[in-house]
């Protein structure tokens, strides 16, 4: 009889242990498809060290749990999906969290099955792997995604609250809003080009282009609630866009907060602190403007 048949096990660390199990087979099919689309040759041969750690986690649990356990393909597809959308840094770190809940989980193991205690230093291990890998392109220019999106936020957020009353049509709106967005979208993006040329940077063309793509992804979002609802639906639109504003800043911060392990509380309040309060101030001025020259539209 085999050591593992000898241990009896609790109905509950039975239930944990399959839990695990399948957490495991999962994450190791995700860190090969993960890994498959990495160029980098050190990233890649990290991350499929670090499936096949999965993998014989999977083989020590199904010794303990006698079961063969398929991996999720949903949960696979979804986290490949969001590694080549919003990159594999981002990904991986999510993934992580996750192991830090099983590691606490294996050590409450530990006492029925000893071979927890090896699965939670590796697992450990896997943790201090994967933060000294992250080396993602898109990362290295987050400082011009923040510029960009920053500005975006804070310049157009002015202006469309400031036109909502001044010129109370939708359609009008829109037009004003996009010429003015691509027109700064195109400036941003120069004035990038032109700032990180002449600090001798050799990537100046990229940082300009993800300055300049935060800015227009922006545009767009903030301007949709005004081409989407009625002419005469302006209040709506401002408050549509508005709550768009607080999302996009809610979002962005909570990415950059998982991937480069930055504070996202004190990063969201400041960004929408600053917006909203633009948008209150531009608001009151469109209201002063459209009230002394008397325009009507």
């Known amino acids: 009889m085999s050591r593992q ?4 096990i609790s109905t509950n660390a039975m ?3 399959i839990a695990m199990q399948q957490d495991e087979i999962t994450d190791h099919v995700t860190y090969k498809a993960i890994a498959r689309k990495i160029k980098n040759p050190e990233n890649k041969k990290i991350l499929e060290k670090i499936a096949a750690e999965e993998k014989k986690h999977y083989e020590i649990l199904k010794r303990y749990t006698n079961r063969s356990l398929k991996p999720e393909p949903l949960k696979v597809w979804w986290r490949t999906l ?3 959308i919003l990159g594999f840094t981002f990904t991986i770190k999510l993934m992580e969290s996750s192991e830090a809940i099983a590691q606490h989980n294996y050590s409450d193991l530990i006492k029925e099955v000893p071979e927890a205690e090896i699965i939670v230093a590796e697992e450990e291990e896997h943790e201090e792997k994967l933060i000294n890998m992250l080396n993602e392109e898109r990362l290295q220019y987050v400082g011009s995604m923040v510029l960009g999106l920053n500005d975006a936020l804070v310049e157009l957020t002015g202006t469309l609250a400031g036109l909502s009353f001044a010129l109370q049509n939708t359609r009008i709106i829109a037009l004003s809003g996009l010429i003015t967005g ?3 979208t195109l400036s941003m993006a120069s004035s990038e080009f032109l700032s990180a040329k002449s600090e001798g940077n050799k990537d100046a063309l990229k940082s300009s282009f993800y300055t300049g793509i935060a800015y227009l992804i922006t545009v767009v979002m ?3 609630p005004y081409l989407l609802l009625p002419p005469q639906k302006y209040m709506l639109a401002l408050f549509t866009m508005l709550i768009t504003v607080v999302a996009i800043i809610a979002a962005f911060n909570y990415y950059i907060a998982v991937a480069k392990d930055l504070p996202f509380k004190r990063r969201f ?3 929408a602190t600053i917006s909203l309060s633009v948008a209150v101030l531009s608001f009151v001025v469109g209201l002063i403007v459209k009230n002394a020259l008397g325009v009507d539209i």
């Not at 048949?5 to 009896?8: S, Y």
């Open 82 to 84: 969001m590694a080549s």
């Open 5 to 8: 048949q000898n241990i009896k």
């Open 182 to 184: 691509i027109s700064a």
């Open 15 to 17: 239930a944990q242990l």
């Open 269 to 271: 309040l400041e960004m």
């Open 222 to 224: 903030l301007i949709l």
